[in-house]
């Protein structure tokens, strides 16, 4: 059992969570497309008693989807990364993963919404991989 840490961007906004995480997915779903910016979320699921903000929580905004019965996101309002969020029903916590600043011990169970995953999606496995950026 341990404790795990994350933040922002510009690092104006820091949280923590403790084990164990609840459920660890990859959602293809277009809103999760459009909220990331990338071909799918990955999405760390804790209960509420198991988060906190350790930094900066005044600089967190929140966005909910107003057609959406449950969509919703937070940001940092200096450097807009995704920050974690409590769900609606506020029986949750979802975080994004790749906010997390070290490896949380845990790797993601399933993907969700495979169904509406992105035309131009390519596992990694697919792709020929560099070990640093293209010149
Ligand atoms: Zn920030
Ligand atoms: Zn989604």
Sequence with gaps: MGTHAGSCLCGAVAYEFDDPVVQFCYCHCPRCRKATGSAHASNIFVRPD?????????????YDLPEAKRFAKCFCVTCGSPLPHATRAGDGVIIPAGSLDSDPGVKPQCGIWWSARAPWYLSTAELQQHEEGLR
């Design 50 to 62: 198991q988060f906190r903000w350790t930094r900066g929580q005044e600089q967190v905004r929140r």
